[in-house]
């Protein structure tokens, strides 16, 4: 495989830097609201899943005893 000069790798990596679609302040931002908000809904799912698992736990100990 033969090797591009240096200056050929950086118009080559200039150019296909420019083909590059960056989002929007808009977009950024409700993509970031939607992250958090997904977060929240997962912490919120997996504390009561985790209650849930723990009030199980703790009437079947109590039972057992």
């Known amino acids: 495989m033969a090797r591009a ?3 050929q790798f ?3 990596v200039r150019a ?3 083909k590059v679609v ?3 302040r808009r977009e950024t ?3 970031t609201a939607m992250v958090l908000v997904m977060a929240v ?5 997996f504390l009561l899943v985790d209650l849930i698992i723990k009030f199980g736990l703790e009437s079947l100990l ?4």
């Open 29 to 31: 931002l409700l993509t």
């Open 22 to 24: 960056w989002p929007t």
């Open 5 to 7: 000069n240096p200056f």
């Open 16 to 18: 296909e830097v420019s």
């Open 41 to 45: 809904f997962a912490a919120i799912f």
């Open 10 to 12: 950086i118009q080559q």
């Open 62 to 65: 109590s039972a057992a005893s």
